[in-house]
């Protein structure tokens, strides 16, 4: 028997998705029924499953917050696969040691504290479970069940025959080097059917002999192959049962490591458990010791495929190895980020995105990293920002300086408007800020906050096409439009808002020309000489000079056009005043204040009893 | 790593440090000071709590994890008898020491750089003995006892109690077992006081992490315990748990081992910020023959092969290895470091220099990745590489590996550096071979 048949099914702790993948793949190429991964552990997930492939299909696998819950589940599985890290595989370990169900634990971690690695070792023994790790990569019966990663790629396992029971059995304890010897192997025999490797820390739960005496047993095993290193007694145990008869295959044998010899100390060739504390403990030793009790030993690493060969067609000389027939390997899909890297495939996009790019090492706003316009050290602004996102140019300072002083000036209008009116009725509701904040944007429109959008249209239509200012309010009253951007509640000629003085100095100072501004102010001194609120409100100003910004920007006039009817100018209004409604929204949410509820006296109830249609 | 020495003085200081949990109500004097200089003593002797410095009779010796100072005549303990030596003469002792070069009689040679000091301990030979622990097996710790400890407990060693103690012992059945195997020549007016230490000294030994510790000679003179002289080892793949008890812990360099070039410390800084692993030895850093070789496993074994092929190890310039996955960063910094240090000198003989990027069939790493880092170093050290004439050789395996190998193969013959370039087909070790074949070929 192997250590592993193709109705065997572990339990993965922790949801690591390229190992488990590559289990499914294999899987799939050896046709088995049941995927090789019963369930997951991720005690963080919130998930409750995962999806992976199983050929061209996906299947869903469970995932459980503790090994107690997927072993309860899956009372089949016997495997557990403990990828935790270094810091709480013993503890993962020693928690699935209280299910019996579990036979085989296999432990991937490398640097476990040496004593809790001892304590969990014994305590799997004594239970009779077996322990495959720490360090490791694990270990595979081809044709039946693989652990994890190892073998490497689909592609590699089925070139080094991975996938199908050949006839050595195979104990190395680097994991890398595990690949390697797959690969020798089936280029110089039939490929192997069974294999592990046992780590590299220094305590691992099951050692070279252990599998050895397991693969003795097993038939389909013909002879093995044992890769040991520098350090440590454990291939003594090996001389030991092949000279006192417990092993009678042939086996082959080296340990790495013969470069120690030359230095004298100090040097840590290999794994934490490589390092000779004893003469006997040297690879060149151990080759020697191997090579006298009968093991078949090569004269260098080199050298190994050579005896390999040797071996195995002596052994099919003899009609111990018969020939295999080579099962036919359905192939696995290309994976679909793999084949389009690999410029193979192609699908049209259902989405553009044309002002900023998170796939490099650094997300950018049209073309610019973050960290370039972000930190005050940059001397970049949210005006600067703005240019990049919305417009995909790189204004100039008193553009930038423009949409930052309109963005602080839409900021906030007191409490009273309907906008923050409406949040602060959701907040109060309970709501989040979320939802308060769109109670409150949903108000911007026509009415509310539209008057920049509709001063610099028509304004600048009236401009465009010419229009004397008395012709244009003329033009205007025809309509029956009030004009936008025109005329205050209390501001008037002699008490002027303040804000819009601010923006005409800072355009007057700065802006190249402000052609529509100064055709503005003429149609204002019309309609202050009727009404003295009629003025040129803050709203009007904004919209107006947004107009002469892009004519100075050099936009054409096609392009402000669409910039109006695609909403731009009300984009400013609504990310100005999402500062204020969110401030409004915060205070609420301080304030604590109750539930709102109008109170009867400012309704005007007039309800008429409804009228019956025959 | 796992097992590594900390110093005498860092062992007693946690001795110190948890004395009262483990060991009351015995007591431990702990007077002890690590220096690098007799000024450096000097100045400690004026603080605070080290008046003793000026009072006692001081023990002055190196604390370089090396043994056998008594015999090698590097412990000062007498000027004209023993307990004679003051704070002036241990100060002016340690100067005269730590300027020379020292050889060891096991040959081990260097500079002697730290001491530790401490008052003499008037005691007679009896009255030392000897306790140590370590973790050698897997199944078991095993605890050393002895009535005879000193200098001479080697030759002793059969007077030495061993007991074994199962690592999963609880501690009523660890007080048993020691209590039960208590070496019978203790005097009897000690064993118990000597009994409770060698118990709580095996707890301290276990819940400490430690893999080795041996105080030899350790002296109880009533309630006081002196422990005076200590050799340990840590696990440091504990290190994340004991951060609080080990403390600054120090893992100090082997005496005589060279200390770390600024390369292989630049490397080694890498390795400790990467989830990958990086590592580099320099071994001859004349060598002809350099290795870049990805995984723990096949870096021994092309160091192994090369010392096999190429009749000995005087060629090879260094070992190490890349693994786990490193980024294109990471490998052109690894890669940069190796040939920076390979092109610094054309070969005394006029022979080239062999590059040997090696590595077995990776399992995750993806090989083109890693391959774009070398070819990066490449780019930048062409030149040089070419000054000293270098010759390639590649065999990699693993995810993307065709693409890798054509990538570097490609470079390689854009730059005008002569590469061979082989796969899985080919036997891992055999670009040794080859290489060294070609040097057969062209000499």
Known sequence: MGLFTRDTQAIFWNNNRSAIQRMLDYDYIIKREKPSVAAIVAPTSSNKFDKFFFGTEEVMIPIYRSTEEAAKAHPNADVLLNFASFRTAYDVTMDALRFPQFKTIMITAEGIPERLARIMNKTAKDKGVLIIGPATVG?????????????????????????????????????????????????????????????????????????????????????????GEVGGREEYKVIEAVKNGQITKPVIGWCIGTIAEHFSSGVQFGHAGASANADEETAVAKNRAMKEAGIHVPDSFNDLPHVIKGVYEQLKGEGVIQDIEEPEVPPIPEDYAKALKAGKIRKPKNFICTISDDRGEEATYAGYPISSVATPDTGKTIGDVISLLWFKKVYPRWAVDFIETVIKTVADHGPAVSGAHNAKVTARAGKSVVESLVTGLLTIGPRFGGAIDGAAKYFK????????????????????????????????????????????????????????????????????????????????????????????????????DEFIESGTLNSFFILGRTIGFIGHVLDEKRLGMPMYRHPFDDILYDVQKAEEIK | ???????????????????????????????????????????????????????????????????????????????????????????????????????????????????IVEPFTPHSEDEEYYIAATTLDENYDVLYMSAHG??????????????????????????????????????????????????????????????????????????NVYLLDLVARLDDTAGFMMKDVWGDVEFPTPFGMPEKSPEEEAIAEADAKSGASLKLTVLNPKGRIWTLVAGGGASVVYADTIADLAGGVEDLANYGEYS???????????????????????????????????????????????????????????????????????????????????????????????????????????????????DKAKA
């Open chain 1, 139 to 227: 270990a595979i019966t081809p044709g039946a069940f693989k652990v994890a990663n190892i073998g490497g790629t689909i592609e590699n396992i089925v070139k080094s025959k991975l996938h199908r029971p050949g006839s050595c059995g195979l104990v190395t304890r680097s994991g890398g080097l595990f690949n390697e010897l797959s690969n020798i192997i089936a280029l110089n025999a039939d490929g192997i059917a069974d294999g592990v490797a046992i780590g590299g820390d220094r305590f691992v739960g099951s050692v070279f002999i252990d599998h050895l005496l397991r693969m003795e047993k097993d038939p389909n095993v013909k002879y093995m192959l044992l890769l």
């Open chain 1, 461 to 560: 239509y009236a401009h465009d096409n010419n229009m004397s200012p008395k012709e244009f309010v003329n033009y205007m009253k025809k309509q029956g439009i009030p004009i936008p951007g025109i005329g205050h509640r209390i501001k008037s000629v002699r008490n002027p808002d303040k804000r819009v003085e601010g923006l005409k100095k800072f355009a007057a100072e700065h802006f190249p020309a402000t052609p529509l501004l100064d055709y503005a102010l003429e149609v204002e001194k019309l309609t202050t000489s009727k009404k003295d609120n009629l003025i040129l409100n803050v709203d009007g100003t904004i919209g107006i000079l947004m107009v002469d910004m892009w004519r100075a920007l050099g936009y054409s006039e096609e392009e402000i």
């Open chain 2, 1 to 115: 790593m796992a097992q590594r020495a900390i110093r005498e003085y860092d062992g007693k200081r946690l001795f110190a440090e948890n004395w009262d949990k483990y060991f009351a109500p015995l007591k431990y004097p702990f007077e002890s000071v690590l220096v690098t200089s007799g000024e450096e003593l000097k100045k400690k002797a004026e603080e605070p709590g080290f008046e003793w410095l000026k009072q006692k009779p001081l023990v002055a010796k190196p604390d370089m994890l090396f043994g056998k100072r008594g015999k090698n005549n590097l412990v000062l303990f007498k000027i004209n008898k023993p307990g004679d030596v003051t704070l002036e003469d241990a100060a002016k002792w340690i100067d005269e020491k730590r300027n020379q070069e020292t050889t060891l009689l096991s040959g081990q040679k260097g500079v002697l750089t730290h001491f």
């Open chain 2, 150 to 223: 000193g200098v001479e407990v080697e030759e002793n060693w059969d007077k030495v109690v061993e007991v074994k103690i199962p690592i999963d012992a609880s501690d009523e059945e660890i007080e048993k077992i020691i209590k039960e195997n208590i070496p019978a020549d203790i005097p009897e007016d000690k064993k118990e006081t000597y009994a409770n230490f060698a118990v709580n000294f095996y707890k301290f030994f276990r819940d400490l992490n430690f893999a080795y510790l041996e105080i030899n000679p350790v002296v109880i003179v009533g309630d």
């Open chain 2, 324 to 438: 786990g996955g490193p980024t294109t960063d990471e490998t052109r910094f690894y890669t940069e470091t190796v040939l920076d240090l390979m092109t610094r000198e054309k070969d005394p003989e006029g022979r080239d220099k062999i590059l040997i990027i090696g590595g077995a069939i990776a399992n995750f790493t993806d090989v083109a990745k890693t391959f774009t880092g070398i070819i990066q170093a490449f780019e930048k050290y062409a030149d040089k590489m070419k000054d000293v004439g270098t010759r390639i050789y590649v065999r990699r395996g693993g995810p993307n590996y065709e693409k890798g190998l054509k990538d570097i193969k490609e470079a390689a013959d854009r730059l005008g550096l002569p590469i061979k370039v082989f796969g899985p087909e080919t036997h891992i070790t055999d670009i040794v071979r080859m290489a060294i074949e070609d």
